[in-house]
């Protein structure tokens, strides 16, 4: 299955997860099966197993490599700034790997990697004063928020070669009448095109500000 008479690379799981994410990427999460791995790495696909266990340890093995890749501030930043610089570098993440955040979001098993990551952030919220069962639905407000956004954007976000405005004008038309609501939002997004990071931006912010009044309160 192999060309060429270059030195061939050895396989690993290090390997077999880099290729699984590849392939993720080229094609969507629906075409990594382990038949298809095998041919990317142009090995048959029963080689694997030395590996991996199997396609949900290569899932899990792609989470946690998503997970390590997630900027989480020490102590010495402020937890509210913390959690804004982890919650830009996660999305930045996503945005780099469309099929990360649904995929990290429905993964029930966690390895090493994703555990000291709900640590760490939890460890953040623990030290700025929040009480612990505050701080873990803290945690779960702001992954609900991250994942969420990122797999929305992901569905309704137009192509690449369409302009956001022209697609908020289509809807202006078709919406004139029968959506005044709609009519009205598409309007103000035809006159000043979306961007997506003021958009992050605003949902998040919310998030923290309230947050904050949570801790300060007491």
Same mark, same amino acid.
Do not use: C
């Given at each position: 299955?192999?060309s060429g ?7 690993? @799981?290090? @390997?077999?997860?880099?290729a699984?994410m ?11 099966? /382990? ?5 990317k790495?142009?090995?048959e696909?029963?080689?694997?197993y030395n ?5 949900d340890?290569?899932?899990?093995? /792609? ?6 890749w997630i900027d989480?501030?020490g ?7 913390? /959690?804004?610089?982890?919650?830009v570098?996660?999305?930045a993440?996503f ?7 649904? &995929? ?5 098993? @966690? ?8 640590d760490?952030?939890l460890?953040?919220? &623990? ?15 702001l ?14 976000a ?12 289509e809807?202006?038309e078709?919406a004139?009448?029968a ?6 939002v ?10 997506d990071?003021?958009?992050?931006a605003?949902? &998040?912010? &919310? ?12």
């Amino acid at each position: 299955m192999r060309s060429g008479k270059g030195p061939r690379e050895t396989l690993d @799981r290090e @390997r077999v997860v880099r290729a699984a994410m590849d392939l993720a990427d080229e094609r969507g999460l629906d075409a990594l099966t /382990m038949r298809e791995l095998g041919r990317k790495l142009g090995v048959e696909a029963a080689s694997l197993y030395n590996h991996v266990s199997g396609k949900d340890d290569v899932l899990d093995g /792609m989470v946690e490599q998503v997970v390590a890749w997630i900027d989480v501030p020490g102590e010495d930043v402020d937890w509210k700034e913390a /959690m804004r610089r982890r919650a830009v570098s996660a999305r930045a993440v996503f945005a780099r790997h469309p099929w990360a955040a649904g &995929l990290v979001d429905s993964r029930e098993r @966690r390895g090493p990697v994703s555990l000291s990551y709900a640590d760490q952030i939890l460890g953040t919220l &623990l030290r700025a004063g929040f009480s612990p069962r505050v701080a873990g639905n803290a945690f779960l407000a702001l992954d609900s928020y991250i994942y969420g956004y990122e797999r929305q954007r992901a569905s309704i976000a137009p192509a690449d070669d369409v302009d956001t405005g022209d697609a908020a004008r289509e809807v202006l038309e078709a919406a004139r009448e029968a959506y005044p609501s709609l009519m009205l939002v598409a309007g103000e997004y035809a006159a000043e095109p979306s961007d997506d990071d003021t958009a992050f931006a605003f949902g &998040l912010g &919310l998030i923290l500000d309230g947050l904050e009044r949570l801790v300060d309160g007491g």
